[in-house]
């Protein structure tokens, strides 16, 4: 299929549809709101549904009814948005149903700036609400990525009944490149008429399905949150995605990013290698579940004298990258959040004096 030029925002909304949700609820916030704008024209051409909530809060809700009736549906938001649905993603997550959810960070905390960040990678991957729950999360680098990983989304989410969450940046959504549309979308037939509340009458069928999040016996609770730690275990063995990128030389330092700030680390390395300096890249593409192994054997490899962590915030993974190299390494972090990109020169000063 040809590729076609589309802005972030809009090839995630096409993505969506691609992947055959019909279902869209949402609240603009910007950086994101172009997904709205282009679903609102989009969707009504295959039968689809938008409809904008009156806030975040009542949009997580609305999520929550259709994915407890089986249909595919997703919303997008940006990050004080995704903490006003933080509630019922929780509610999600117990009732075991599949719903996705997109995130197009910008800079906080409070309202901040509307500008690029990566400051919710603790809200994503460390649950966001209350109780003992983890979202898959997925971070594209690019908006080719950010259409594969939201069409893959759908998939992942019916596979293990529960949210999905693409975690990208005021970037990825506002700026365009070339994006190919895959037609071979990964599908298995649906399971819905087990567990869905779409009447009795839909499925043919006597027995009534009950979704629900309240669990008033105590043994019943903890057996749901077992159900769910399972499947977060199940996550951890088949999920794990990243990409190394110039680990076949033997690099003096391995700088640890994800998103589009890679991107920048990329061209920096690049750079670097032109002058004799020989720096590795390890880039998570899943933030839940992380690449725990993967990340400690491109950090203790022989050659490897230092990690560095680079975000664009104040250092939230950076604390997982520590966790996993387990002291092996001298784990450094270097962050901006204000909005500000950090060019590719600057990572390579940064670099210089870490060596």
Same mark, same amino acid.
């Given at each position: 299929?040809?590729?076609? !030029?589309?802005?972030g925002? #809009? &090839?995630?909304?096409? &993505?969506? %549809? +691609?992947?055959?949700?019909?279902n869209?609820?949402a609240?603009p916030? /910007?950086? $994101? ?11 009504p051409e295959?039968d689809?549904?938008?409809? $904008?909530?009156e806030?975040e809060v ?14 595919r549906?997703?919303? /997008?938001?940006?990050?004080?948005g995704?903490s006003?649905?933080?509630e019922?993603?929780?509610? %999600?997550?117990?009732a075991q149903? =599949?719903?996705?959810?997109?995130n %197009?960070?910008?800079g906080g905390?409070?309202l ?5 960040a ?7 991957t ?16 690019g908006?080719?990525?950010a ?6 989304a ?6 293990? +009944? ?12 506002q ?13 298995? =037939? ?12 839909t499925?043919?069928?006597?027995? +009534?399905?009950?979704v ?10 903890n057996?749901n949150?077992? &159900?769910l730690?399972?499947?977060?275990? $199940?996550?951890?063995?088949e ?7 110039n /680990?076949d030389?033997?690099?003096?330092v ?12 990329k061209?920096?390395i ?6 004799? %300096?020989?720096?590795g ?5 899943? !933030?839940? =579940? ?5 990340v400690?054997? &491109?950090a ?6 230092k990690?560095?962590c680079?975000?664009?915030s104040?250092?939230q993974?950076? #604390?997982?990258?520590e966790r996993?190299i ?9 962050g ?5 990109? =950090? ?5 390579? $000063?940064?670099?210089k004096?870490?060596?």
């Amino acid at each position: 299929m040809a590729k076609v !030029l589309m802005k972030g925002n #809009e &090839a995630i909304g096409e &993505a969506a %549809i +691609r992947a055959g949700c019909k279902n869209y609820f949402a609240y603009p916030i /910007t950086p $994101q709101s172009e997904v709205a704008e282009y679903l609102v024209k989009r969707l009504p051409e295959v039968d689809g549904v938008f409809l $904008q909530g009156e806030s975040e809060v009542a949009v997580g809700y609305m999520i929550f009814g259709a994915a407890g009736a089986g249909e595919r549906v997703m919303t /997008t938001s940006s990050s004080p948005g995704i903490s006003l649905m933080s509630e019922a993603i929780s509610y %999600i997550a117990a009732a075991q149903v =599949p719903a996705v959810f997109v995130n %197009i960070m910008r800079g906080g905390p409070g309202l901040g700036g509307i500008l690029p960040a990566q400051g919710d990678y603790f809200q994503a991957t460390k649950g966001g609400g209350h109780g003992d729950y983890r979202l898959l999360v997925l971070a594209p680098e690019g908006v080719q990525e950010a259409v594969e990983m939201t069409m893959n989304a759908f998939f992942l989410a019916e596979k293990y +009944r529960g949210p999905v969450m693409i975690l990208g940046d005021g970037l990825i959504g506002q700026m365009m490149e070339p994006v190919e549309f895959p037609d071979n979308l990964k599908t298995e =037939p649906s399971n819905k008429d087990e567990w869905a509340a779409n009447g009795m009458a839909t499925r043919n069928s006597d027995k +009534r399905n009950l979704v629900k999040s309240l669990f008033l016996d105590p043994k019943d609770l903890n057996d749901n949150n077992l &159900a769910l730690k399972s499947k977060y275990e $199940q996550m951890k063995k088949e999920e794990i995605l990243y990409e190394k990128y110039n /680990t076949d030389t033997d690099y003096e330092v391995l700088i640890t990013s994800y998103g589009t700030m890679s991107r920048v680390c990329k061209t920096s390395i690049d750079m670097m290698e032109g002058q004799g %300096i020989h720096v590795g890249l390890f880039r998570p593409k899943t !933030l839940f =579940p992380f690449p725990e192994e993967a990340v400690f054997d &491109a950090a203790t490899k022989k050659s490897c004298k230092k990690v560095i962590c680079i975000e664009m915030s104040m250092g939230q993974m950076v #604390e997982d990258v520590e966790r996993c190299i387990k002291g092996q390494r001298e784990v450094d972090f270097y962050g901006e959040c204000g909005g500000d990109i =950090p060019t590719p020169e600057k990572i390579i $000063q940064v670099i210089k004096r870490l060596l």
